[in-house]
């Protein structure tokens, strides 16, 4: 496994590059140089109000999101063994989604602003357990891949009808509110949602660095894992349980972002293989600098107005994955 | 090596309850030195006997213990430090090396922290060079012909040290040449004090390089013991359905005079 530290490396700066960018630009410009005197109260005003109780948040949560969503969507791929895996293909984005909508339908969302994110949250560890019920009954105790897969993909439809109910009943306020909600966006970022987020991540993000190497036994299939001394059972259930952690933190804060899940972990090994060891940090640190690019795309490109991040998550991420498959597909 | 082997007794298991056996009441025991070689028509139960000696699988009658503890107290790497297996296939969705693959091998000794020391490595070059890889280590195993590739799965097993090794049709695929020379590995490790169990349909290899053959037939332990006495023509006759003759091997080489059977055609037995 060579060139680990220097390609993390190169991705540590990538990252903090388009930190400081995003913190500079938009409706109001703020010179990188200006950014650490304003920090520090050297530097009094509107600037420094933006950057801390705007700008700041905002970088922090679209990396948290960023990386949680990317190192999800490994995990999910190198368990399922599926190309198709992504972090919502266990029904995690429609639970969220159903709780999210609901709150915002019921009325709730403008008076009580944890209302969202936690409904989100509780649908998300909802269809998580569900899911994991359904796959764990019809696989006679095992986790089977193609059983989960199944399971996440029913359980999905059934609260996709569950939301358009929702919808259908939903005044037109709540409704542009949900939508809009079900697209992803980061504008809710705000410091106490940052702690809660990080409860999560930084203990989750460590867990699954942690589960490289079984990762990389796991993906010749579970008989050779076995045999090589992994617990795979345990293995499994620990993993599908942390990533869908992540997953529902990340969506209570930032709702249904797309594609950063399923197009980085596709283009880290095309550029530099299957190992998890470099997969795993790799995915968490160029998914989280992914939807900062977005983000500060969705953000300044009709300042003062905003687009939806999981617009452009979609729009940037597709040609930019189409062209690395392509180039492979061509070598 | 050490311990006193791994052996299964009176082993019964069904896939489904209240199902048809797929192994019924059969004991095998793997031991230190000798190579035993399972034999049997598809759908006999080779397979899941090695998957209960594995672990794998859990008996539903018997016990399976290794060196006098039972398998399944045994814990999860500790087991795969004592015994390797090499499956018969396995899924490959990226491309790996071939040194990375033997290197998987190591994971029961390094776990999830720990780097790969001198011994680790020792231990991953003895392996490919017992098989014969080491010259195309740098290769993609997806690139590789099937008896390229499974010597490497058995190098894999090799760098795990195991005292017992399972293979499950090891040989399928491979052309004479290979064929003969893993056999010739196998016995050789054996010889070295590795317990040795062989999954085979090659009666004739089997009967050459095997210390003692158990034959299964429907779930059940038809035949056990030594080449002469298993390969019978009449205890074939009656598992394969099909007329045998036995003949000695003509030799020259140390397995001179071990019972070849050859299959007759059907219509010289009336």
């Given at each position: 496994m060579t060139g680990v530290a220097p390609r993390l490396g190169t991705l540590l700066v990538l990252l903090t590059g388009t930190a400081l960018v995003s913190v500079s630009i938009g409706a109001a410009r703020i010179p990188v140089l200006e950014i650490i005197p304003a920090l520090l109260g050297q530097i009094e005003g509107t600037s420094r109000s933006i950057l801390v109780h705007l700008r700041l948040p905002r970088v922090v949560l679209a990396i948290g999101v960023g990386g949680a969503l990317a190192l999800a969507g490994t995990t999910f791929q190198a368990l399922l063994r599926?190309?198709?895996?992504?972090?919502?293909?266990?029904g995690i984005s429609g639970g969220a989604a159903v709780g999210a909508v609901g709150v915002l339908v019921a009325g709730l969302g403008a008076r009580l602003p944890w209302a969202v994110p936690l409904g989100a949250f509780v649908g998300a560890l909802l269809a998580m357990f569900l899911v994991l019920r359904v796959a764990r009954a019809a696989g006679g105790s095992r986790l089977d891949s193609r059983v989960l897969i199944l399971a996440g993909v029913v359980v999905g439809a059934f609260f996709n009808a569950v939301i358009l109910l929702l919808l259908s009943i939903a005044d037109v306020e709540s409704f542009r509110s949900a939508i809009f909600w079900m697209m992803g966006n980061?504008?809710?970022?705000t410091w106490s949602g940052n702690a809660l987020l990080a409860l999560y991540i930084l203990p989750g993000t460590a867990l699954l660095l942690a589960l490289a190497r079984p990762f990389d036994l796991l993906a010749r299939g579970e008989d050779v894992a076995f045999h090589l001394g992994v617990r795979v059972e345990r293995t499994k259930l620990l993993a599908y349980v942390v990533a869908s952690l992540l997953v529902a933190a990340a969506v209570a804060f930032a709702?249904?972002?797309?594609?950063v899940g399923l197009i980085v972990p596709h283009a880290l090994r095309l550029l530099?293989?299957?190992?998890?060891?470099?997969?795993l940090p790799a995915s968490f640190l160029a998914g989280a600098a992914f939807l900062l690019m977005a983000d500060t795309v969705a953000r300044v490109v009709i300042a003062p107005a905003e687009l939806p991040t999981g617009v452009i998550t979609a729009l940037a991420g597709v040609p930019l994955f189409v062209f690395l498959l392509v180039r492979r597909g061509v070598q | 090596m050490s311990g006193a082997g791994l052996a299964g007794v009176d082993l019964s298991f069904r896939y489904?309850?209240?199902?048809?056996?797929?192994?019924?009441?059969v004991s095998a025991a793997v031991e230190p030195g000798v190579v035993l070689a399972v034999l049997g028509p598809n759908g006999s139960g080779k397979s899941s006997l090695l998957r209960l000696l594995s672990g794998a699988l859990e008996p539903e009658v018997g016990r399976v213990s290794l060196g006098d503890v039972p398998?399944?107290?045994?814990?999860d790497r500790d087991r795969a430090r004592r015994i390797g297996v090499v499956p018969q296939s396995e899924p490959s969705p990226f491309p790996i090396s071939v040194r990375d693959l033997v290197a998987m091998g190591r994971y029961p000794h390094l776990g999830t922290w720990r780097e790969p020391a001198r011994r680790d490595h020792e231990a991953m070059e003895r392996a490919m060079h017992r098989c014969s890889v080491e010259h195309f280590a740098?290769?993609?195993?997806?690139?590789?012909s099937g008896g390229e590739a499974q010597r490497v799965r058995v190098a894999r097993a090799l760098a795990q040290e195991p005292e017992i090794l399972l293979l499950d049709?090891?040989?399928?695929?491979?052309d004479l040449r290979h064929q003969m020379e893993l056999h010739t590995l196998l016995r050789s490790l054996a010889g070295e004090g590795m317990g040795i169990l062989l999954i085979t349909h090659d009666l004739n290899l089997a009967s050459r390089f095997a210390h003692r053959l158990l034959l299964l037939n429907e779930g059940h332990a038809t035949a056990k013991g030594t080449p002469g006495d298993v390969v019978r023509d009449t205890l074939l006759e009656g598992v394969y359905q099909w007329p045998v003759r036995v003949v000695e091997?003509?030799?020259?080489?140390?397995?001179?005079r071990a019972p070849q059977a050859i299959p007759l055609a059907r219509r010289v037995v009336e």
């Amino acid at each position: 496994m060579t060139g680990v530290a220097p390609r993390l490396g190169t991705l540590l700066v990538l990252l903090t590059g388009t930190a400081l960018v995003s913190v500079s630009i938009g409706a109001a410009r703020i010179p990188v140089l200006e950014i650490i005197p304003a920090l520090l109260g050297q530097i009094e005003g509107t600037s420094r109000s933006i950057l801390v109780h705007l700008r700041l948040p905002r970088v922090v949560l679209a990396i948290g999101v960023g990386g949680a969503l990317a190192l999800a969507g490994t995990t999910f791929q190198a368990l399922l063994r599926n190309p198709l895996a992504e972090p919502y293909v266990l029904g995690i984005s429609g639970g969220a989604a159903v709780g999210a909508v609901g709150v915002l339908v019921a009325g709730l969302g403008a008076r009580l602003p944890w209302a969202v994110p936690l409904g989100a949250f509780v649908g998300a560890l909802l269809a998580m357990f569900l899911v994991l019920r359904v796959a764990r009954a019809a696989g006679g105790s095992r986790l089977d891949s193609r059983v989960l897969i199944l399971a996440g993909v029913v359980v999905g439809a059934f609260f996709n009808a569950v939301i358009l109910l929702l919808l259908s009943i939903a005044d037109v306020e709540s409704f542009r509110s949900a939508i809009f909600w079900m697209m992803g966006n980061l504008s809710g970022a705000t410091w106490s949602g940052n702690a809660l987020l990080a409860l999560y991540i930084l203990p989750g993000t460590a867990l699954l660095l942690a589960l490289a190497r079984p990762f990389d036994l796991l993906a010749r299939g579970e008989d050779v894992a076995f045999h090589l001394g992994v617990r795979v059972e345990r293995t499994k259930l620990l993993a599908y349980v942390v990533a869908s952690l992540l997953v529902a933190a990340a969506v209570a804060f930032a709702g249904v972002i797309g594609f950063v899940g399923l197009i980085v972990p596709h283009a880290l090994r095309l550029l530099w293989g299957p190992g998890h060891r470099l997969l795993l940090p790799a995915s968490f640190l160029a998914g989280a600098a992914f939807l900062l690019m977005a983000d500060t795309v969705a953000r300044v490109v009709i300042a003062p107005a905003e687009l939806p991040t999981g617009v452009i998550t979609a729009l940037a991420g597709v040609p930019l994955f189409v062209f690395l498959l392509v180039r492979r597909g061509v070598q | 090596m050490s311990g006193a082997g791994l052996a299964g007794v009176d082993l019964s298991f069904r896939y489904a309850p209240q199902g048809p056996w797929a192994v019924r009441d059969v004991s095998a025991a793997v031991e230190p030195g000798v190579v035993l070689a399972v034999l049997g028509p598809n759908g006999s139960g080779k397979s899941s006997l090695l998957r209960l000696l594995s672990g794998a699988l859990e008996p539903e009658v018997g016990r399976v213990s290794l060196g006098d503890v039972p398998l399944s107290r045994i814990p999860d790497r500790d087991r795969a430090r004592r015994i390797g297996v090499v499956p018969q296939s396995e899924p490959s969705p990226f491309p790996i090396s071939v040194r990375d693959l033997v290197a998987m091998g190591r994971y029961p000794h390094l776990g999830t922290w720990r780097e790969p020391a001198r011994r680790d490595h020792e231990a991953m070059e003895r392996a490919m060079h017992r098989c014969s890889v080491e010259h195309f280590a740098d290769r993609d195993v997806g690139t590789l012909s099937g008896g390229e590739a499974q010597r490497v799965r058995v190098a894999r097993a090799l760098a795990q040290e195991p005292e017992i090794l399972l293979l499950d049709e090891p040989a399928a695929g491979l052309d004479l040449r290979h064929q003969m020379e893993l056999h010739t590995l196998l016995r050789s490790l054996a010889g070295e004090g590795m317990g040795i169990l062989l999954i085979t349909h090659d009666l004739n290899l089997a009967s050459r390089f095997a210390h003692r053959l158990l034959l299964l037939n429907e779930g059940h332990a038809t035949a056990k013991g030594t080449p002469g006495d298993v390969v019978r023509d009449t205890l074939l006759e009656g598992v394969y359905q099909w007329p045998v003759r036995v003949v000695e091997h003509p030799g020259p080489g140390p397995d001179v005079r071990a019972p070849q059977a050859i299959p007759l055609a059907r219509r010289v037995v009336e």
